[in-house]
């Protein structure tokens, strides 16, 4: 099991950026693979996007595609999701997530509000 801690998220205005942060465990986090996730009120959990530990291969929501960029400095031990063009609809809280390998999705972040003004 890992800890991760986010940072990053706050209010935005429509078109606007900005950036999350996720720090894992340290010297083993280039073995997990990472996402960001993100969930509405009364609404399921949904994966925004995802990278391989070594950051070499990323996925992305359909609904995100070309304005969301995942990232990764494994030296830091961080994980970024830079969100760019934000709409109302990209509120929620956004979580963080590892799993190891090929696994689930086992450890979280605390969450962090991401809202946009429209």
């Known amino acids: 099991q890992v800890h991760l801690v986010q940072s990053g998220g706050g209010l935005v205005q429509a078109g606007g950026s900005l950036t999350l942060s996720c720090v894992g465990p340290?010297?083993?986090?280039?073995?997990?693979?990472t996402g960001w996730f993100r969930q509405e009120p009364g609404k399921e959990r949904e994966v925004v996007a995802q990278?391989?530990?070594?950051?070499?291969?990323?996925r992305y929501a359909d609904s995100v595609k070309g304005r969301f960029t995942i990232s990764r400095d494994n030296a830091k031990s961080t994980v970024y999701l830079h969100m760019n063009s934000l709409t109302h609809e990209d509120t929620a809280v956004y979580y963080c997530?590892?799993?190891?390998?090929?696994?689930?999705?086992?450890?979280w972040g605390q969450g962090t509000q991401v809202t946009v003004s429209s």
């Open positions: 990278i391989s530990g070594e950051g070499i291969t990323t």
């Open positions: 997530a590892a799993a190891l390998g090929a696994g689930r999705y086992t450890d």
């Open positions: 340290g010297r083993t986090f280039n073995n997990y693979r």
